[in-house]
């Protein structure tokens, strides 16, 4: 007997989970199966990238003008990769790339999916050995499969993802996704290669008592923001408040942990940046996908992130994610202080 007998793999995981959906042809199953290959490759490179030439600035810039990183680059053409081999996938939008790729191969043409991603989000934590992530978002195009892709395919409301999730390259590496039928956790085991189901249904605490935020933006932030702050710095036996502030800078770490724990994780608008710093379409939707499988919710701070029309790819939007009874009460603080 080995002591991997009771383990479910990713792929085996994925597999039983396509007979929930009858008439299911296995195209997102193997879909999915190339985000974890490319995951796998990102993941060994993450691992070695003290060793190897790796680290540091790759020189250009992308298009929100920010120092694009080697790993970055890297973690962008791997999945691009991997997207395009599936055959799944008719087109791809990534943070990297102002526009979205289009497959015009005959097969991706016939891709029922195209696919949103941040390839490796929290990028300036690489080069300090802090956690990163990828997160996705997966929908069925809207053109006619057999034509190649356009923008009308990416630019749907986060309500009609088939499927998101994200990978975090940390003290272990994890793959979480959600297809709208709960939420649930895989970690790597680097003896094996294999991604296994250590988070089965996961749910987050409806109250919780993390909040982050970088406060170092304090005097920027909307009133609402701020009181709520000091509202989570009060002491209240009852509410188990203080709370504890913890704040990493990487989106994938940060809700990771407040999804298991229970906490509120919030980027709001600021005077700076008045639609705040969170990518809708690849960084915000398919956070609020998981988020609301969990039992949580994800929201802008007037409504639901997930009933967003997108009007452009690399759309921001303020982001308030986490546990119910927290999200609920900053919303209350912004609407009273508005
Ligand atoms: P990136 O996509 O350029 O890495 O930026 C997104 C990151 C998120 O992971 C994180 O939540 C946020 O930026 C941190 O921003 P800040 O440093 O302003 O607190
Ligand atoms: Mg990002």
Do not use: W
């Not at 043409?109 to 996705?136: A, E, Q, R, W």
């Not at 630019?155 to 994890?174: C, R, W």
Request: proline residues 4%; aromatic residues 10%; charged residues 20%.
């Amino acid at each position: 007997m080995t002591e991997h007998n009771n383990v479910q793999t990713l792929n085996q995981f994925i597999i039983e989970r396509q007979s929930d959906h009858p008439g299911a042809k296995g195209e997102l199953s193997r879909l999915l199966h190339h985000v974890e290959i490319a995951a796998k490759i990102v993941n060994r490179a993450v691992n070695k990238a003290g060793l190897v030439d790796i680290l540091g600035e790759h020189g250009d810039q992308n298009v929100q003008g920010e120092d694009q990183q080697k790993l970055d680059v890297f973690a962008d053409t791997h999945f691009i990769d991997a997207l395009r081999a599936s055959g799944e996938c008719a087109a791809v939008a990534s943070e990297e790339n102002e526009d979205i790729i289009i497959f015009e191969d005959e097969m991706c043409k016939n891709g029922k999916y195209v696919f949103c991603m941040d390839p490796l989000d929290g990028s300036s934590n690489i080069d300090v050995n802090v956690s990163i992530g990828t997160i996705f978002s997966i929908f069925e195009r809207i053109t006619p499969r057999g034509q190649v892709a356009n923008m009308e395919d990416f630019l749907q409301e986060g309500t009609k993802q088939v499927a998101a999730g994200y990978i975090i390259y940390g003290s272990s590496t994890m793959l979480v996704y959600t297809t709208g039928n709960g939420v649930n956790g895989f970690t790597l085991d680097p003896s094996i290669g294999e991604f296994c189901l250590s988070h089965p249904n996961i749910k987050t605490p409806k109250s919780g008592t993390i909040y982050s935020i970088n406060e170092g933006n304090y005097i920027n932030f909307p009133q609402g923001v701020k009181k709520y702050i000091k509202y989570c710095q009060e002491k209240d036996a009852r509410s188990k408040r203080p709370f504890t502030s913890r704040y990493i800078g990487s989106l994938v770490a940060d809700f990771h942990r407040n999804l298991l724990k229970g906490g509120i994780f919030i980027y709001p608008q600021t005077n700076k940046n008045p639609d705040g710093k969170l990518r809708l379409m690849y960084e915000c939707n398919p956070v609020a996908f998981i988020a609301e499988q969990a039992g949580g919710l994800a929201t802008d701070g007037n409504g639901r992130i997930m009933e967003i029309t997108p009007d452009s790819l690399h759309q921001r939007v303020p982001f308030y994610t986490g546990s119910t009874n927290m999200v609920k009460k900053t919303e209350e603080f912004l609407h009273f202080f508005n």
